[in-house]
């Protein structure tokens, strides 16, 4: 093999397009411009291969010779691919993490067989294309490129290759140069493991010489063709980021081998390779990457290192908020003044100024992307908010609004509203008198119409546009004047220096009658002037030219989507695109022209797909930020570390470092071993079961043991000499015991370490075993010392040999329960003989506690004596018997109180004392139950069951589980001075703190079971089990069995105003009861006075049956809602048959809303007349009520609605009695974005 030819050629090719033959899978689709790394080879499968071929509508060489893509037209293909397919084209990670409808628009795009023309090789229509025409293959392989980056060098370079059937397995071709850097083909001339041939471009750098940041965008084309037939040649086509570690990309499969020269290439019958020569082609397009990522894999890829800046974490679905947390951060004044507010004292993540303090500090300060969840926290939100998508104006007026508030009493009290409050003055002019009413008011961003708007100046043109008010529609001038015409509008008098501008995206859509994005075309300047929008009498001292600072984009549509923000942090800086975690560099085609949504466009030319409907963008701006030109400096201003509150800073280098911390701990963690040691002094602070509770520590709790992390090459007489440092004893008085965990789950001291175990290490693996978390020891310390200081240990143990010489003597620890202060505590420990009988271990415990043996009056003192096996089992000992026969050993714990006479009959045993009443504790094991069952409940005022809760205080009770519900209301009766009998009990909500639901009072009920229901269920599982609710009552619980709990609604004022009020009305009463309690409670006007009350019940959205007064209370229903109102003026002389129910429905009938109503309908009323008195009727008024589609629904589940024009007669259509009138519009109670509920921030 041998020659090369070269030219360079920086024009733009005529002719667009993109390659005729499909190119690679590499891992997964590569897409249109594709390719394959030489290293990436095995994952280039055939069948993928095929399918891929199949899906876009290319025949397989096998199936089709004459249509396949190397026969495919020399014409290319006038089209290019639309930028939101071209991303997942080039195999880079779309910016838009959302769920997008691509595989539709893929499949249309790819099966559109028109846009490849098909030639056939007898046509003489038009001559073929010859790929020895350097100029129009140019146009053919390099076609534009949908980024349209600079191009820095175009060239092209040919390989002429000789004794094909010769060549090495793998050759490289010729070095040349295009861009200032080295290329070369790389050449598999008998496949690289598939049966094809194989072309690569590489860059041509000597071995081991690449540069570390070698960085270049390559779009190349790769053309093989016959040198005595130009005619015949194949091409595939990529473009690629070529690295260090990419540096080379092509096509495993660019040409079946067989197709070489065993198959006539076309029907000419000559071969592509005939003398066992052909020529390869390279057309190299070298561009710049403005951004830095262009085609960009993203892997490995640092923000702060490339941009200088970091991105935020999404958490699930706050991107929108991400987006707007962006744009607030590098509004520089806007952070100054955050900072500014006094959070030392209030540092707290339940503050949301100092959670927002501290995520701009790790804004600026951080490395890598930061998490916003402590200022979601902060919002109060809970986890369903975040996998919600929340409206971001509403959540930035109400950020706004906290944070001012948070600013009152500072120095930047008025500098939020200097920064984005505006003024506007709403007006309506008489035009043939002198009249005018306006009205000037603050607003903080603007909304605009996109529908009907193709500008931003459109926009703010229709914004302030005037309406006449004539005709029916004259303006009531007051009494002066009367009806007049007029001229109504609104005129900005003064605009923010940061102008924040809302695009309505999101309308409702009367056919549908739904929330629908609007994806129309709408273009906004890079800077524009606000001088024209302004009221004649406006400050124009000034220039009101703005520049544009931020845009923030959604991707999607109304269910699905994503945000993201273009920014520009610096006056005279570049923009940057923030999304998410990820931020690069951002071209102005990327801000402006693709955002501007509307159809996607190339040279100019609408895109459609095969079904000829444009592709529109899924991707548009629906806010934007501009600035004053003027006080761009102001607003930018720097922000440094001077700014940041001093405390803030320490606060978080603080939690850094203890990150640091705890990461090198855990990287040592196999170096070091966790030792929990008990005293004797530990012990005898403990006043609970067993020794000590290993949970705590003695740093914070006395009780607690003593922990340690000690390398485990550490001896055990270095351990000794540190717990001698801390108890401040001597080293060579310190025994340690290993402990084990018993079968009954206590842990006891089982027998001293041996002598022979000499480092930490080695006691860990034989005495606790290499799966226990931690080592645990007790630190006997000896009372006798010889008198060179060393310690003298009971005969028993200690033997050099570390063999444990048999002996009698066993290790019991000591708990004395104090009857009178109702306290248990630990005495210490003795050495006793197991052949000794129980009772003998009296006068040791007397001379332990300094107890005479008998008492003044010459009796002597008694003890009683409990063998503590486990905290649930409490067993009184027998005198008489042996501690052997007691079967006690090393360890083991004996409990003793001072005997005195029963109180009530209590006997020794353990089964009379859990008899016992739960607040009587006269002996140990009744103490120890109490231990067991022990339970601390916050007691909280019910918020809206008290009639002056702020007067009313929270306290806490130290409770047994085995209370009932009457001993409950005994202790808080005796806590509050209020007659128990008067107290009623409702859980805790853990999620949300409110009032869940009311205890029920049985005589079996008991605290256990309130606090952890035995039934638990889904809906029990966010109730809390450390809190109640209590309500003070009027009546007692007694009384209030007898009554019957109704959840009412109230229709004050016709059904546009529903209270709910909770009513106790008497279980055998009737619906009298109901309508008194409610005038009773609600403190409305007698029925005398005001008017009758109708009483009604509706299931699922309609009304179900008026109630009559003498229905019985106990017949209405549990799960009926209770509906009241005043009957309208209209209805009271009205005989039933021209009464008609009513009920609202969205789409419908069975999705009904709100509140059902009756309305009486008059014979011969055109409806237009009878929606007067509807509107009357319901309340809702203009544009809501407009919207409105009424009809006649018949009583069943499958009738359809007939809906009613203004000339039909609701008389004349609703002539069942079945038949219902229904108001169909939309469900206002649901959020109309993604999310649910109002959004709110704590």
């Known amino acids: ?66 249509t396949s893509p190397e026969s495919i037209a020399r014409e290319p293909n006038t089209n290019v691919l639309p930028a939101f397919l071209q991303q997942f084209a080039d195999g880079v990670d779309s910016p838009n993490d959302m769920q997008l409808d691509t595989e539709d628009i893929l499949a249309d795009i790819e099966n559109e067989k028109e846009d490849v023309a098909i030639i056939n090789a007898d046509s003489d229509s038009e001559p073929a294309t010859r790929a020895s025409d350097f100029a129009a293959m140019q146009d053919i392989v390099l076609p534009p490129l949908a980024e ?73 084309g790769l053309v093989l063709w016959n040198p005595d037939a130009p005619e015949i040649f194949t091409h595939h086509v990529a473009h690629h980021r070529f690295t260090k570690e990419e540096g080379d990309w092509g096509f495993t499969r660019f040409v079946e081998s067989r197709r070489l020269w065993t198959v006539p290439f076309d029907s000419s019958g000559r071969f592509l390779i005939e003398d066992d020569k052909a020529n390869m082609t390279a057309y190299v397009r070298v561009v710049k990457d403005e951004t830095g990522v262009l085609w960009h ?122 920064l984005f409050c505006g003024k506007v003055r709403t007006y309506i002019s008489c035009i043939n008198v002198e009249y005018e009413s306006r009205r000037v008011e603050d607003f903080w961003d603007v909304q605009l119409n996109v529908h009907g708007n193709k500008t931003l100046d459109e926009s703010l043109k229709d914004y302030i546009q005037v309406e006449t008010m004539e005709g029916e529609n004259q303006y009531f001038a007051g009494d002066e004047h009367k009806l007049q015409d007029a001229k109504k509008g609104v005129i900005f008098e003064a605009f923010p220096e940061v102008l924040h501008l809302q695009l309505k995206r999101f309308e409702y859509d009367i056919p549908s009658d739904s929330m629908m994005k609007v994806n129309d075309r709408y273009e906004f300047p890079e800077s524009f002037d606000a001088a024209p929008f302004l009221s004649d009498g406006s400050d124009m001292s000034e220039s009101w030219i703005y520049q544009l600072h931020g845009v923030l984009v959604h991707s999607g549509d109304l269910n699905a989507g994503h945000y993201y923000a273009f920014i520009k942090p610096t006056k005279d800086g570049w923009f940057y695109k923030f999304d998410d975690d990820k931020v690069t560099k951002a071209t102005m085609r990327e801000v402006l022209d693709e955002n501007f949504g509307g159809e996607y466009m190339v040279n100019g030319q609408p895109q459609f797909t095969s079904k000829n409907k444009p592709i529109m963008r899924q991707n548009s701006a629906y806010m934007l930020v501009y600035i004053r ?28 470092a203890d990150r640091e911390a705890r990461k090198k701990e855990r990287d040592e963690q196999h170096l070091y071993l966790n030792v929990k040691v008990i005293t004797e002094d530990s012990f005898k602070a403990h006043g609970g079961t067993d020794l000590t509770n290993f949970d705590l520590n003695h740093d914070e709790v006395p009780a607690g043991s003593w922990n340690y992390r000690i390398l485990r090459k550490s001896t055990l007489a270095e351990l000794a000499t540190k717990i001698g440092e801390d108890t401040s004893t001597d080293p060579k008085r310190i025994r340690l015991w290993s402990m084990v965990s018993r079968q009954n789950k206590t842990t006891r001291p089982d027998a001293p370490i041996p002598e022979s175990i000499v480092n930490i290490e080695d006691a860990y693996q034989r005495l606790a075993g290499n799966k226990a978390p931690e080592l645990r020891l007790w630190a006997e310390v000896a009372e006798e010392t010889t008198p060179d200081g060393e310690a003298v240990w009971p005969a028993s143990y200690g033997s050099p040999n570390g063999v444990t010489p048999k002996s009698d003597l066993i290790v019991l620890f000591l708990k004395w329960f104090n009857l009178e202060e109702k306290t248990l505590s630990g005495v210490g420990h003795i050495y006793i003989s197991r052949e000794k009988k129980v009772e003998e271990l009296v006068p040791v415990i007397l001379k332990k506690m300094d107890w005479p043996e008998k008492s003044p009056t010459g009796e002597k003192t008694s003890l009683r004596l409990y063998e503590e096996i486990k905290p649930n089992m409490i067993e009184p000992m027998k005198g008489k018997q042996s501690l052997k026969a007691a079967e006690l050993q090393d360890g083991d714990i004996v409990c003793f109180q001072k005997a005195t006479p029963p109180a009530r009959g209590v006997s020794d045993s353990e089964t009379e004392s859990v008899k016992s009443g739960h607040d009587v504790i006269e002996t140990a094991p009744q103490y120890y139950d109490f231990l067991v069952h022990k339970r601390l409940i916050r007691f909280y005022p019910h918020p809206s069951r008290n009639s002056s809760p702020e007067k009313l205080e929270s306290f806490d009770l130290l409770l047994s589980a085995k209370h009932t519900y009457d001993q409950l209301s005994a202790r808080v009766g005796e806590r509050l001075s209020i007659n ?84 106790l009305v008497p279980k055998n009463g009737t619906v009298v009861d109901v309508v008194q ?74 999705k009904s809303h709100g509140i059902p109503f009756k309305f009486r309908i008059k014979e011969g009323e055109k409806f237009s007349d009878t929606k007067t008195r509807l ?7 203009g ?47 649901r959020k109309t974005n993604n999310g649910g509920g109002d959004l709110f921030l704590r």
């Not at 590499?26 to 891929?52: K, Q, W």
């Not at 850097?181 to 041939?197: E, I, K, Q, S, T």
């Open 629 to 656: 030109q003027t006080r761009l400096d102001r607003v930018l201003m720097p922000v440094t570390e001077l700014d940041t509150p001093p405390h803030l800073q320490k606060k978080l280098d603080d939690e850094a």
């Open 148 to 220: 349209d980056p600079p191009i820095i060098e175009t060239a092209h370079h040919t390989w002429h290759i000789e004794n094909w059937r010769a060549t090495p397995r793998r050759e490289h071709g010729p070095v040349f140069h295009v861009g200032g850097f080295p290329w070369r083909v790389l050449m598999f001339p008998f496949g690289n493991n598939v049966d094809h041939a194989s072309f690569y471009l590489e860059q041509g750098f000597p071995e081991g010489k690449v540069p570390e940041d070698f960085v270049a965008c390559v779009q190349f």
């Open 1175 to 1181: 509107e009357k009727r319901t309340g809702i008024k």
């Open 980 to 1063: 128990p009998t008067h107290i009623r009990f409702w859980t805790v909500n853990s999620t949300s703190n409110n009032a869940k639901a009311s205890v029920k009072r049985t005589q079996a009920l008991t605290l256990a079971a309130i606090m952890n229901p035995p039934y638990s269920t889904f809906s029990n599982n966010n109730q809390r089990s450390d809190a109640l609710f209590y309500e003070l009552l009027d009546i007692s619980l007694t009384e209030l069995d007898t009554k019957k709990a109704l959840k009412v609604t109230w229709l004050s004022e016709g059904i546009s105003k529903e209270e709910i009020v909770d009513l």
């Open 1183 to 1229: 544009k809501n009520f407009e919207k409105i589609k009424f009809s006649v629904v018949r009583r069943s589940h499958y009738s359809k609605p007939q809906y009613l024009s203004d000339d039909d007669i609701l008389w004349d259509v609703a002539t069942s009695d079945d038949d219902m009138l229904g108001l169909d519009h939309m469900d206002r109670t």
């Open 297 to 418: 894999n993203f892997q490995n890829y640092d923000s702060k290192k490339e941009t200088g800046f970091v991105g935020l974490k999404n958490q699930g679905a706050t991107c929108y908020l991400n987006s707007l947390i962006q744009s607030l951060y590098f509004t520089n004044a806007f952070r100054k003044a955050v900072y500014q507010i006094p959070t030392q004292n209030e540092n707290t993540t339940k503050n949301s100024a100092y959670t927002l303090q501290r995520l701009f500090y790790q804004l600026q300060s951080s490395a890598n992307a930061v998490s916003t969840s402590e200022l979601t926290k902060s919002f109060g939100w809970e986890t369903r908010h975040i996998f919600e998508q929340q409206d971001v104006q509403e959540l930035s007026r109400k950020l706004m609004e906290k944070m001012e508030e948070k600013m009152k009493g500072t120095e930047a009290e008025n500098l939020l509203p200097s």
């Open 1077 to 1150: 309690a409610l005038v009773k409670k609600a403190q409305l006007d007698e029925e005398a006075k005001a008017g009758p009350i109708r009483v009604y019940e509706s299931t699922s959205g309609k009304l179900h049956r008026e109630l009559p007064r003498n229905h019985p209370v106990n017949s209405i229903g549990e799960y009926t809602t209770i509906i009241l109102e005043r009957i309208p003026d209209e209805e009271l002389d009205a005989p039933p048959a021209e009464i008609i129910n009513a009920f609202h429905y969205q789409n419908e009938p069975n």
């Open 1 to 66: 093999m041998s020659g090369n030819d070269s030219d360079n050629d920086n024009d733009l090719g005529s002719l667009p397009g993109y390659s005729t033959s499909w190119p690679e899978r590499r891992g997964g689709y590569d897409g249109l411009n594709g390719g394959v790394s030489t290293t990436e080879r095995a994952l280039t499968a055939a069948d993928l291969d095929a399918e891929l071929e199949e899906e876009a509508g290319f025949s397989s060489p096998e199936s089709s010779p004459e």
